[in-house]
C-alpha cells in the first residue's frame, strides 16, 4: 500500500561515528518531507525537512537526501552524540491544496554507544 | 515563543467514556492537526483544523471528533471509548502558508 517505510527499525553507532537513517516511499504526489525525532515521553521534534524540486538539504550535523526515482529518503547524522539516541521518523505530507496530513513511517530507534 | 501545550498530559478513562483533550497551538499558528500514536499503528493523522473549519480528515471512527476556537485553540473528543483507544495523542501546530508541523508533547489516554 501507500505508506512510508523504514529500512530498520534499530542503529546502533559508536559515539562520533556518522549515522544514517533510511525512509522508502511510495506516493509519488508527495511533494514535501520532514525528518523528526521523538525521545521517549516527549512529542515528535522537528529536525529538518526538503521539498520533492530538492535532492539534498543541510542543517546542523543533519543532512536529508531525496532520491525521486527510488522514492528514497535519507537522514544524516554527523559525529552522533548521546543525546541522539530516539526514535527517527519520516513523513510526507499528502496533502493537497493548503490542508495538511502528515503520513509516517514506522520509525527507527537510534543508540548512541558510548 | 512558547510551544505547543497540551493538557492534560495524563488521563486515565474506562470504556463507555468520553474524554475530552485541548490544544494550544504556538501563538500565531493557525492550523492545528491531531495524531494518534500506538505501538502497534504508529503515528496516525486524525483531522486538521484551519480558522475553525476542519479541512481535512483521516480514516477514524465518528467517535472522534474536534473543534478548533476563534483563539486557534482546539480541543477533541472521544466518545464511547474502547481499550483500544489508549493511545498517546499528539497535537501539531503549523503558521499559515507552511507546511512544518511542530507537534506539542501529547496527551497519553489510558482506557480500562
Known amino acids: 500500500g501507500e505508506n512510508v517505510g523504514l529500512h530498520l527499525p534499530t542503529l546502533s553507532v559508536q559515539e562520533g561515528d556518522n549515522s544514517i537513517i533510511n525512509c522508502a516511499y511510495s506516493n509519488s504526489a508527495s511533494d514535501y518531507f520532514i525528518w523528526y525525532k521523538q525521545e521517549s515521553g516527549k512529542g515528535p521534534q522537528f529536525i529538518i525537512d526538503i521539498r520533492s524540486n530538492m535532492d539534498k538539504r543541510q542543517g546542523q550535523r543533519v543532512t536529508v537526501l531525496l532520491n525521486k526515482t527510488v522514492k528514497h529518503l535519507s537522514l544524516q547524522i554527523a559525529a552522533t552524540q548521546p543525546g541522539d539516541s530516539a526514535v527517527y521518523f519520516c513523513?510526507?505530507?499528502?496533502?493537497?491544496?493548503?490542508?495538511?496530513?502528515?503520513?509516517f513511517g514506522s520509525g527507527t530507534q537510534l543508540t548512541v554507544l558510548p | 515563543k512558547a510551544g505547543v501545550t497540551q493538557t492534560p498530559r495524563y488521563l486515565i478513562k474506562t470504556r463507555g467514556q468520553q474524554v475530552t483533550l485541548s490544544c494550544s497551538p504556538i501563538s500565531g499558528h493557525r492550523s492545528v492537526s491531531w495524531y494518534q500514536q500506538t505501538p502497534g499503528q504508529g503515528l496516525q493523522f486524525l483531522f486538521e483544523y484551519f480558522s475553525e473549519t476542519q479541512r481535512n480528515k483521516g480514516n477514524f471512527p465518528g467517535r472522534f471528533s474536534g473543534r478548533q476556537f476563534s483563539n486557534s485553540r482546539s480541543e477533541m473528543n472521544v466518545s464511547t471509548l474502547e481499550l483500544g483507544d489508549s493511545a498517546l495523542y499528539l497535537c501539531a501546530s503549523a503558521p499559515s502558508g507552511q507546511e512544518t508541523q511542530y507537534f506539542g508533547p501529547g496527551t497519553r489516554l489510558l482506557v480500562l
Open positions: 513523513a510526507e505530507n499528502r496533502s493537497s491544496g493548503s490542508a495538511r496530513q502528515l503520513t
